[in-house]
């Protein structure tokens, strides 16, 4: 069941929160599961609000800074270290992003590296002569549908993410632009087997890719990154009741 959240409520809210506020970082995070509980040790009066964790790559580095200034004062929101890479990698990292936290909303995605390519060194390349996807789609699903096994045992309400879209063979390692629906087909159905929402910001970015993605990349502008959060942020607040 993909979320379709176009309230003009939850969109009024979200800029309203981003006029009002300014991101202020919270200092050097410890590693591992102590990085989480020393961050929220860090937060102060807002120890009390509920707790968001983002998994996911650079796009959604991208998009967590605008999205904890929308969420000021409402949630406590947290990226994981790094960037999530493949499935398969995010997939041996889960315990260690998840921490001993108990997280109210995990908002995560995989995708965007799995379809990429590489050599048989794992080394990002611009040619399908020179190697292979890096994660097949089989794989893929396969990873996607452990991963949401290992998020449910958390309690926590999670959401999906759709891969972003981009153009044809962007910079950087070779990517097809028509294998991101490809990936995203094959998420959806792991999540509708498990009931899972979709905040789908691959149809959101689609029509809006010359004004919001910088050209001829998978990543997005400062504006683009922050048209994101509010999507990101709607969905949110979605799954925590709280609109």
């Known amino acids: 069941m993909i979320i379709r959240l ?21 200092g050097v ?26 998994i996911g790559d650079s796009i959604s580095i991208g998009y967590t800074k605008p999205l904890k200034t929308l969420l000021k004062g409402r949630a406590v929101v947290m990226h994981h270290p790094g960037n999530a890479q493949h499935s398969g990698h995010g997939l041996q990292h889960l315990d260690q992003w998840l921490g001993e936290v108990s997280w109210d909303v995990i908002h995560f ?13 794992g080394k990002n390349v611009r040619s399908k002569d020179k190697g292979h996807i890096q994660i097949g789609l089989a794989q893929y699903g396969a990873n996607m549908e452990a991963i949401v096994k290992r998020l449910s045992r958390t309690g926590a309400a999670l959401v999906f993410a759709t891969t972003t879209p981009y153009p044809d063979h962007p910079a950087g390692p070779l990517r097809e632009a028509w294998q991101a629906e490809r990936y995203n087909a094959v998420a959806l159905e792991v ?32 504006e683009g990154s922050r048209a994101l959060a509010g999507e990101v942020c709607k969905s949110i607040l979605k799954a925590l009741g709280n609109p």
């Open 109 to 121: 995605n995989h995708g965007l590296h799995d379809l990429k390519y590489v050599d048989a060194h």
């Open 29 to 54: 995070l410890l590693a591992g599961s102590l990085l989480a509980l020393g961050w929220l040790g860090q937060a102060g009066d807002d120890e009390h609000l509920p707790k968001v964790l983002i």
């Open 191 to 222: 999540m509708q087997k498990y009931q899972i929402p979709v905040n789908d910001l691959y149809t959101f970015a689609l029509p809006q890719l010359k004004t919001l993605q910088q050209p001829e990349n998978v990543h997005f502008t400062r």
């Open 6 to 26: 176009h309230s003009h409520l939850f969109a009024t809210q979200c800029r309203a929160s981003l006029r009002r506020s300014f991101f202020v970082p919270w």
